[in-house]
């Protein structure tokens, strides 16, 4: 399962890649929530690569159905290029779904050592994840159980306070030394 649509920051083109070449190993499934657009880029990529079959796109969800395509997924596959924080990193983390990550942007920083993380526009890297946790059910149980212990740990609002705080210390602290 994948967040992601037709904004090409996203790189949903490289999971698709990745699904077209473990498809000609195994049966795969990619679920992706949203809808691409009419005759666009990804459209155009589902039908060259004749993924018909195994991309399913969702259109739009409402808010409270997240969790449920996540409780599904064997595992969340964010492939961005780039992300300002990781919204679907931590949020299939916190429903305990093992997550293959990129590193574009903010991205390790929320999933940590708690997913498998692969350059972004990588779609042999993401392939080779993919089958790697396909064949490997515990450790997308260890790395699940691990998400939801980081998200639990260090990704909650209190947690965000408590760093805030201390940086406010530190600067006081710097501030008083000078």
Same mark, same amino acid.
């Given at each position: 399962?994948? =967040?992601?649509?037709? #904004?090409?920051?996203?790189?949903?083109?490289?999971?698709?890649?990745?699904?077209?070449?473990?498809?000609?190993?195994?049966?795969?499934?990619?679920?992706?929530?949203?809808?691409?657009?009419? =005759?666009?880029?990804?459209?155009?990529?589902?039908?060259?690569?004749?993924?018909?079959?195994?991309?399913?796109? #969702?259109?739009?969800?409402?808010?409270?159905?997240? +969790?449920? &395509? &996540?409780?599904?997924?064997?595992?969340?596959?964010?492939?961005?290029?780039?992300?300002?924080?990781?919204?679907?990193?931590?949020?299939?983390?916190?429903?305990? %779904?093992?997550?293959?990550?990129? #590193?574009?942007?903010?991205? *390790?920083? %929320?999933?940590?050592?708690?997913?498998?993380?692969? *350059?972004?526009?990588?779609?042999? +890297?993401?392939?080779?994840?993919?089958?790697?946790?396909?064949?490997?059910?515990?450790?997308?149980? =260890?790395?699940?159980?691990?998400?939801? +212990?980081? %998200?639990?740990?260090?990704?909650?609002?209190?947690?965000?306070?408590?760093? #805030? %705080?201390?940086?406010?210390?530190? +600067?006081?602290?710097?501030?008083?030394?000078?």
């Amino acid at each position: 399962m994948t =967040n992601s649509a037709d #904004t090409p920051l996203k790189g949903l083109r490289y999971l698709l890649e990745a699904a077209a070449a473990i498809r000609r190993e195994r049966e795969i499934r990619v679920v992706v929530i949203g809808k691409p657009k009419e =005759n666009g880029v990804i459209e155009r990529l589902v039908k060259e690569l004749d993924l018909g079959d195994t991309v399913r796109f #969702t259109g739009r969800i409402a808010q409270e159905e997240f +969790a449920r &395509y &996540y409780a599904e997924a064997t595992m969340a596959v964010i492939p961005s290029l780039y992300e300002g924080f990781g919204m679907p990193a931590g949020e299939a983390m916190a429903c305990g %779904v093992p997550v293959i990550s990129t #590193t574009g942007g903010a991205l *390790p920083e %929320v999933v940590g050592d708690a997913g498998v993380l692969v *350059p972004p526009g990588d779609a042999a +890297a993401l392939r080779d994840a993919i089958l790697a946790l396909l064949n490997d059910p515990e450790r997308r149980s =260890n790395l699940g159980e691990a998400g939801l +212990a980081r %998200v639990r740990g260090s990704l909650t609002w209190r947690h965000a306070a408590e760093k #805030t %705080v201390e940086v406010y210390r530190e +600067a006081i602290d710097a501030h008083g030394r000078l």
